[in-house]
């Protein structure tokens, strides 16, 4: 794998973007997992209450009630003290925040490459390129539809949301549990798939030349 590719051609994260994610959802730095779940959980819970917009305005007035007081606090306090020490954020000011045309370049093509991955195997899965897939398809989306019946977008969102930081470090503690039972499950799936497709004809998969 050379410059974020595979042997494919599709475009892959930097390691370092993956690594940084695995320890956020395996919680290897507690702190700055538990900022990052919080946060996210606090807002996906106040959408739940009141619209993005309402939301988003609260979160911009409270940003700068905190930035406006500090201002003024470490203003004062320079007044008094007769000190100049300059603007307190100014570290910050300085720092280079623009996006360089490299970067945009490489996620754009990583999110274009599953993009295309997508579309192409939704039109393999609609134009019944393989039937038993297409009716796997088919079964996944008449759950889909009693899911969406008891839940809306945003609360898949919030069990999604608990789930991507509770399910890693559930699963690396109980990793062979798991793997045992999740192995028994998936032996019997395809046991059972295997015995339709022997039964039902015209889902037998037709192997290449």
Known sequence: MENGKTENGDSQPPPQWKDKVVELLYWRDVKTSGVVFGASL????????????SVSSYIGLALLSVTICFRIYKGILQAIQKSDEGHPFKLYLDQDVALSEGTVHKYSDCVLARFNTTVTELRRLFLVEDLVDSLKFAVLMWILTYVGALFN????????LVGMFSC????????????????????????IIATVQSKVPGLKRVKAE
């Not at 606090?42 to 917009?53: E, F, R």
């Not at 977008?153 to 999604?160: A, Q, R, V």
């Open 153 to 160: 977008g945003l609360t898949l969102f919030i069990l999604g």
């Open 168 to 191: 890693p470090i559930v699963y690396e503690k109980y990793k062979v549990q798991i793997d045992h039972y999740v192995g028994m499950a998936s032996k019997q799936v395809k046991d």
């Open 42 to 53: 606090s807002l996906l819970l106040s959408l739940t209450l009141c619209s993005i917009v």
